[in-house]
């Protein structure tokens, strides 16, 4: 795959006036972003200001929560997101989601990742034997699980688990993944091969992550984003968002004075 | 006041430890009467041989594949309705007050005397669709008395699934019913066996339902014969069928051979062990397959 500098600077996600509410609670506030393709975006901002919130509505995973109601735009590649006639199962295929706390599901290793790509319509055996190692490849866990497939997914780490929750988001082929707080439960050296894999997918996929750690959002993204009581303070280049802040709100919080 | 506390403690702790001796006290000992008084009726032929009406010697034979024949018809009703209602109690009745109106209609079902599904049973299933005492009508008395427990077994086992496995699946552009036969079933399944074992002992046991539905009465069954519609035929689903439980009930109050006693006592020791066995299968079952399903290969 080549990615050109035009390409690479395109904005592959466009939100006008989106705002969450949760029954009168109103946890996102006519948020504007531009996320652009192939590159890595880092949501920081102190615990409640709405991240989880934002990257949700992306998927439309906050339906599953009742009372739960979305306003405003959300354009994928141009595509409007909250439009009824968005098919809801091709649409979470194509903005793939990993969670905070590795989730696997329990069954084998191997039926964690091919499980999504045979529902949407990968059915050879041996088109979903490669998927499963390319996908376990790219998620750095191949080595480590190639021997035991078809053994439990639950007898991996901690570490481990998460990384096959990326692989299995990985093998439904998407073209963007949500990441929020990935690698927060984890130890070091996991969390050091999550972000090493995140700079690596990022050539293929254009990566939202939410992190609270500010070294590793200065380490690995492109841009990020700051978020205060629902609101999008402040979006830059992540070099140009640390040294030199734009909004004093911003500037309070990585120089750690609140949050 | 710390000394206070411990006594205290000291106190429930002994209460409490001798509370469940007592417990498990007169469980064996009921046990231990049971089996004691029936072991010497244990042999193949009283398992086997039919009853006799008035000399000594008759065995249990169809009363005992009665028993069998019925869970089994009751079961094959049963679980299908009992996992679909279960399933849409779980993931799709939405809560407002038509759903609380069922669940407080399943609740009222479960408390009802198994003595009034069964004459609930006689005036449905019996009267009303002219079928007599059937194996059917029994079946199906035993499908309402039963279906509250199967429903609430799957809603339960359902929603004890960690909601981390449903949010996966979803995430994943999974649809909404191939999440729950998938991903949650599976899950579920190992609560979803143990309790269906467990309604199982509570069928195979069951007398009071089966009374005016089943019959009292059961004919003498030619066990080559197959064919489901000739009267003497083990597996005809017209035909009345009295059970374990029914015949000890019946052997008590009106037998008429010398050794109703004994016989009553045997069929007792072979309903207790069968009832045993049913919950420590299900316990060691529903135990096993956990262990398979969360950490154990699978494919
Ligand atoms: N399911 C929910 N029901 C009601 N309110 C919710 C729900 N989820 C989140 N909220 C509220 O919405 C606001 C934003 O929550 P959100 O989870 O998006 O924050 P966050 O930035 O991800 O925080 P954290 O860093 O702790 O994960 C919070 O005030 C929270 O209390
Ligand atoms: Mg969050």
């Given at each position: 795959m080549t990615?050109?500098?035009?390409?690479?600077?395109?904005?592959?996600i466009k939100t006008s006036d989106l705002s969450v509410f949760y029954g009168q609670k109103q946890a996102l506030n006519s948020v504007n972003m531009e996320i652009e393709r192939h590159a890595v975006t880092a949501f920081i901002g102190p615990s409640g200001c709405g991240k989880s919130t934002f990257l949700r509505s992306l998927n439309r995973m906050n339906e599953l929560i009742p009372n739960c109601r979305v306003t405003g735009s959300i354009q994928i590649d141009g595509i409007e997101v909250n439009s009824d006639a968005i098919p809801i199962e091709g649409l979470r295929q194509t903005v793939?989601?990993?969670f905070q706390r590795a989730n696997p599901f329990f069954k084998s290793i191997f039926e964690n990742i091919a499980f999504a790509p045979r529902f949407h319509?990968?059915?050879?055996?041996?088109?979903?034997?490669?998927?499963?190692?390319?996908?376990?490849?790219?998620?750095?866990l191949w080595d480590e699980v190639k021997d035991r497939l078809h053994e439990s997914a639950l007898a991996l780490s901690g570490g481990q688990q998460q990384r096959l929750c990326i692989a299995r988001t990985i093998a439904m082929q998407p073209s963007i993944l949500l990441l929020d707080e990935p690698a927060s439960a984890l130890d070091p050296i996991s969390t050091m091969k999550i972000e090493e894999l995140v700079v690596e997918l990022k050539q293929e996929y254009t990566i939202v992550i939410v992190t609270h750690n500010l070294h590793q959002a200065a380490r690995i993204s492109d841009h990020t984003a700051f978020f205060l009581m629902g609101e999008l303070i402040e979006k830059a280049p992540t070099s140009q968002l640390f040294t030199s802040p734009q909004d004093k709100r911003t500037e309070d919080y990585i120089s750690g004075k609140f949050g | 006041m710390r000394i206070k506390a411990k006594i205290m403690d000291r106190t429930a702790t002994f209460l409490l430890t001798a509370i469940a001796v007592l417990i498990i006290g007169v469980l064996?000992?009921?046990?231990?009467?049971?089996?004691t008084q029936g072991w010497h009726k244990l042999n193949f032929d009283f398992l086997t041989s039919p009853p006799s009406i008035a000399e000594a010697g008759g065995g249990i034979g169809p009363q005992l594949f009665n028993s069998f024949?019925?869970?089994?018809?009751?079961?094959?009703?049963?679980l299908p309705i009992g996992l679909g209602a279960g399933i849409y109690m779980a993931e799709y009745a939405p809560d407002n007050r038509f759903t609380r109106f069922i669940r407080l209609s399943i609740e009222v079902l479960s408390s009802l005397p198994s003595i009034v599904i069964g004459l609930f049973g006689l005036l449905v299933f019996v009267t009303m669709t002219g079928w007599g005492y059937s194996i059917l009508s029994g079946a199906l008395a035993l499908t309402v008395f039963n279906l509250p427990l199967l429903v609430r077994i799957t809603e339960d086992a359902l929603r004890n699934v960690p909601p981390s496995q449903k949010e996966a699946s979803l995430a994943l552009g999974i649809s909404k019913w191939r999440t729950i036969t998938s991903v949650l079933l599976p899950a579920a399944l190992p609560g979803i066996i143990t309790g269906t074992i467990l309604a199982s002992g509570r069928v195979f046991g069951e007398a009071a339902a089966l009374l005016f539905t089943a019959g009292m009465t059961s004919p003498d069954l030619v066990f080559h014969d197959f064919s489901l519609n000739s009267p003497t035929s083990p597996l005809n689903p017209m035909r009345p069928a009295e059970t374990l439980a029914v015949h000890i009930w019946k052997v008590n109050s009106e037998g008429l051979t010398p050794d109703a006693r004994d016989?009553?006592?045997g069929a007792a020791a072979i309903l207790?062990?069968?009832?045993l066995a049913f919950n420590l299968g299900?316990?060691?079952?529903?135990?096993?397959?956990?262990?398979?399903?969360?950490?154990?290969?699978?494919?």
């Open positions: 990615v050109n500098i035009q390409q690479a600077q395109d904005t592959v793939g989601m990993v319509g990968v059915k050879n055996k041996a088109d979903l034997e490669e998927l499963v190692e390319k996908s376990l490849r790219k998620a750095a | 064996f000992a009921l046990l231990g009467f049971l089996l024949y019925l869970l089994v018809l009751t079961m094959l009703i049963a016989v009553a006592d207790v062990i069968a009832v299900a316990r060691w079952f529903g135990t096993w397959l956990y262990r398979k399903i969360t950490s154990g290969t699978q494919r």
